[in-house]
Nanobody
Framework: QVHLVESGGGSVQPGGSLRLSCEVS????????MAWFRQAPGKEREGVAS???????RYADSVKGRFTIFRDNWKSVLHLQINNSKPEDTATYYC?????????????????WGQGTQVTVSS
């Protein structure tokens, strides 16, 4: 059984940093695409970063240069490092697994989801 558990969310001032973590059990990183999505109130869920089974990464234009997706080589944990945060980054962030090999950001392509962790960027 696959479980994804996010943590690390919280409140941060603009320009601050956070590291989100997704503890993965029952799923091998080599199986397929893993990604971070976010959903702000009243908006659709959107992809922000993904990592293919071979380790290739991709970022949304809005976060490029500020967010980094990476895995812990010793643990089954997928991280999202958020730097230089902006108020528009405020959202619930979700970890997703089981995406297609070409790592499209269509939510229905992902089989497994975590429960989400809230990030609030405000002064």
């Amino acid at each position: 059984q696959v479980h994804l558990v996010e943590s690390g969310g919280g409140s941060v001032q603009p320009g601050g940093s956070l590291r989100l973590s997704c503890e993965v059990s029952g799923y091998l990183f080599s199986r397929g695409c893993m990604a971070w999505f976010r959903q702000a109130p009243g908006k659709e869920r959107e992809g922000v970063a993904s990592r293919t089974s071979k380790g290739f990464t991709r970022y949304a234009d809005s976060v490029k240069g500020r967010f980094t997706i990476f895995r812990d080589n010793w643990k089954s944990v997928l991280h999202l490092q958020i730097n230089n945060s902006k108020p528009e980054d405020t959202a619930t962030y979700y970890c997703a697994a089981g995406g297609t090999s070409d790592c499209t950001w269509i939510t229905t392509d992902f089989t497994y989801w975590g429960q989400g962790t809230q990030v609030t960027v405000s002064s």
